[in-house]
């Protein structure tokens, strides 16, 4: 079982940029699609950015997020990292990494919380107006 942590969260002004990264262990990294969520206060979790299995030559975003956001992995060191530009208030929210055995996955498939059988516990982004 894969166990995930992230990292990079913070307090940023709007227009700002961070990087999240998430670090993998415990299992075959390299297998797994990985993907980002993210949960508002009161809201449902919805995605963000997923990329596939491999050598993740296959990255998908939520919609009004392209452009903005990067999603990457790094399988030499376990790690998939969110790099998110021109940040909004509407950005704030907890981000979770998750991990999915549907490494060839594709959309819609990759966009379902019920995809991902790992998750890491969050990380904080506020984005300030």
């Known amino acids: 079982q894969v166990q995930l942590v992230e990292s990079g969260g913070g307090l940023v002004p709007a227009g700002g940029s961070l990087t999240l990264s998430c670090a993998a262990s415990g299992d075959t990294f390299d297998d797994y699609a990985m993907a980002w969520f993210r949960q508002a206060p009161g809201m449902k979790r919805e995605f963000v950015a997923a990329?596939?299995?491999?050598?993740?030559?296959?990255?998908y975003y939520m919609d009004s997020l392209k452009g903005r956001f990067t999603v990457s992995r790094n399988n030499a060191v376990n790690t998939v990292s969110l790099q998110m530009n021109l940040l909004k208030p509407e950005d704030t929210a907890v981000y979770y990494c998750?991990?999915?055995?549907?490494?060839?996955?594709?959309?819609?498939?990759?966009?379902?919380?019920?995809?991902?059988?790992?998750w890491g516990q969050g990380t904080q982004v506020t984005v300030s107006s």
């Open positions: 990329v596939s299995g491999g050598n993740g030559a296959n990255k």
């Open positions: 998750a991990a999915s055995h549907y490494g060839d996955g594709v959309m819609p498939v990759l966009s379902y919380t019920t995809s991902y059988m790992a």
